[in-house]
């Protein structure tokens, strides 16, 4: 099993930024990779950004390319959304998930999520 703790929500105005965090423990070593989805009111669990171990790539929704950044810290297990220019339609709970089986992304474990609220 894998325990992801989320971090770092809160409300903000349109343009500012926020930076989430995402602990991991438990058998991390079974996963490689982690990343961020996010779900508004009434909308469908989507997928925001990732990050793979084995070479640091990241990929993003398009939604975001240019204004969100994942980042990990190996030490410290922890995993970082830093989220800037930030618009109403951002507004969502934001989960941390890491794939159960590697890589792939079809059963994941999930975090508690964390609620952002952007103002306009």
């Known amino acids: 099993q894998v325990q992801l703790v989320e971090s770092g929500g809160g409300l903000v105005q349109a343009g500012g930024s926020l930076r989430l965090s995402c602990a991991a423990s438990g058998r991390t070593a079974t996963t490689n990779a982690m990343g961020w989805f996010r779900q508004a009111p009434g909308k469908e669990r989507e997928f925001v950004a990732g990050?793979?171990?084995?070479?640091?790539?990241?990929y993003y929704a398009d939604s975001v390319k240019g204004r969100f950044t994942i980042s990990r810290d190996n030490a410290k297990n922890r995993v970082y959304l830093q989220m800037n220019s930030l618009k109403p339609e951002d507004t969502a709970v934001y989960y941390c998930?890491?794939?159960?089986?590697?890589?792939?992304?079809?059963?994941?474990?999930w975090g508690q999520g964390t609620q952002v609220t952007v103002s306009s």
């Open positions: 990050i793979r171990w084995s070479d640091d790539s990241t």
């Open positions: 998930a890491a794939p159960k089986y590697g890589s792939s992304w079809t059963d994941k474990y």
